[in-house]
């Protein structure tokens, strides 16, 4: 059974920083592509960052670059997202996903077949 689970969530102030990670079990961690996704309250989920199984290149949606690094340990089987400099906008619901998305399609989320339960960032003005 494939599980994900994040962790490291919670209520910050604008400006501050936060470690999200995402330990994953049950499924061959290496040859899966991982994202991270967010839900603000109303809205939809909306990509947040990726990294490829094999290359390790990251992607990352434009509202985050230069804000968010998203890395793996593939020794830990564990994903994570460092997120600075952190804006009331970035409150929301983050999951992780993992998946084997192509180069065209690490922001879609048809392209990841599991998912975590989610934790809550809030960032407080």
């Known amino acids: 059974q494939v599980q994900l689970v994040e962790s490291g969530g919670g209520l910050v102030q604008t400006g501050d920083s936060l470690r999200l990670s995402c330990a994953a079990s049950?499924?061959?961690?290496?040859?899966?592509?991982l994202a991270w996704f967010r839900q603000a309250p109303g809205k939809e989920r909306t990509f947040v960052a990726a990294i490829k199984a094999t290359s390790g290149v990251p992607y990352y949606a434009d509202s985050v670059k230069g804000r968010f690094t998203v890395s793996r340990d593939n020794a830990k089987d564990t994903i994570y997202l460092q997120m600075n400099n952190l804006r009331p906008e970035d409150t929301a619901a983050y999951y992780c996903?993992?998946?084997?998305?192509?180069?065209?399609?690490?922001?879609?989320?048809?392209?990841?077949?599991?998912w975590g339960q989610g934790t809550q960032v809030t960032v407080s003005s």
């Open positions: 996903a993992a998946g084997r998305p192509i180069s065209s399609s690490v922001a879609s989320e048809n392209a990841y077949y599991y």
């Open positions: 049950g499924l061959a961690f290496r040859q899966y592509g």
